[in-house]
């Protein structure tokens, strides 16, 4: 059987070599074109990576600002009751925020192929290894701007938690103020964190840790993204994609329904997360495509 070998050059005069076998042709993985491909997004993973650091140590080592905290015990702003089983829990926000997309994306890009509209010469389709296809190369894209939007808001979202330090519509109940404090005291107009006999300080501190939302901040970037995902490359009117706002929606109601925040925190977490998703969207999809260090891949019949 004959055998030819074959080159084709790909950056700079490198070549990246193959063999043709009759009417076979095959491609060995070039490692360079591989690793010029990934450096385009060096900046995206590290500032994932440092994000999504950050945001874990704000969340589990430090704790909010209590030197300034004062409230009267008839506030009606924090007096409502302590729900323990919360509609929408932690576990289940992250789900609906980054799993979900994922589980989607995933579908369409690989499965779902016939769903998407055309992929035609966007900027960034520029640079993909000879061999990986357009639905993969997006799919790669998808994950980096979808886990770029959530660890900044993540990172954002708690270190304003800390800063602001204001309390949730349950802090009282969380507090459990000492009843000599509420006999005796009675006359004084405002109470201390000192003031409160809870013993758990984690329940004491998650209560002020009201401003922003948290799961606001989340859905609105995580199924925002997916929303926007699936108007861009689905086929269709973009009506049928009504339901992830809609779900993100139902989502930060809860939080009021179940005490954990006042509705300007869901406005203010909302708007966070948004904001961070449409900055994470256009360094990805719109700012004309990383550096094209490589041309169209070549397909091969």
């Known amino acids: 059987m004959k055998v030819q070998q074959w080159s084709k050059p790909y950056i700079n005069g490198v070549y990246s070599k193959g063999q043709q076998v009759g009417n076979m042709k095959t491609m060995r993985i070039d490692y360079n074109q591989w690793s010029a491909y990934l450096r385009q997004y060096s900046l995206h993973y590290l500032v994932i990576i440092l994000s999504g650091l950050l945001g874990a140590y704000v969340e589990l080592m430090l704790a909010p600002r209590t030197g300034s905290l004062q409230f009267h015990k008839e506030d009606p702003a924090i007096n409502k009751s302590y729900v323990k089983d919360e509609m929408v829990s932690t576990p289940e926000c992250v789900a609906m925020s980054a799993v979900l997309a994922l589980l989607v994306i995933t579908g369409y890009c690989s499965a779902g192929k016939k769903y998407l509209n055309k992929i035609g010469a966007a900027p960034w389709m520029g640079g993909r290894p000879e061999g990986f296809s357009k ?11 979808q886990m770029l939007a959530l660890s900044i808001t993540c990172a954002l979202t708690c270190a304003l938690k800390l800063i602001i330090g204001n309390t949730r519509p349950d802090f009282l109940a969380r507090c459990q103020l000492k009843n000599s404090d509420a006999d005796t005291q009675g006359f004084l107009p405002f109470y201390t964190i000192k003031n409160c006999q809870q013993k758990d300080l984690s329940i004491l501190y998650e209560g002020l840790k009201s401003t922003p939302s948290g799961h606001s901040s989340l859905v ?5 993204f997916l929303y926007l995902w699936q108007c861009r490359f689905i086929k269709g009117s973009s009506k049928k994609h009504a339901w992830c706002p809609l779900l993100a929606l139902l989502v930060m109601v809860s939080r009021v329904v179940d005490h954990k925040h006042h509705w ?6 909302g708007v966070l997360g948004y904001v961070i998703l449409r900055f994470a969207w256009r360094s990805v999809f719109d700012n004309g495509a990383p550096a094209m260090l490589l041309p169209a891949p070549v397909s091969y019949p």
């Not at 609105?220 to 925002?224: E, F, I, K, Q, V």
């Not at 300007?264 to 977490?269: E, P, R, W």
């Open 135 to 145: 639905e993969w190369h997006l799919l790669h894209l998808s994950i980096i701007c």
């Open 220 to 224: 609105s970037c995580g199924l925002g």
């Open 264 to 269: 300007y925190d869901l406005i203010f977490g």
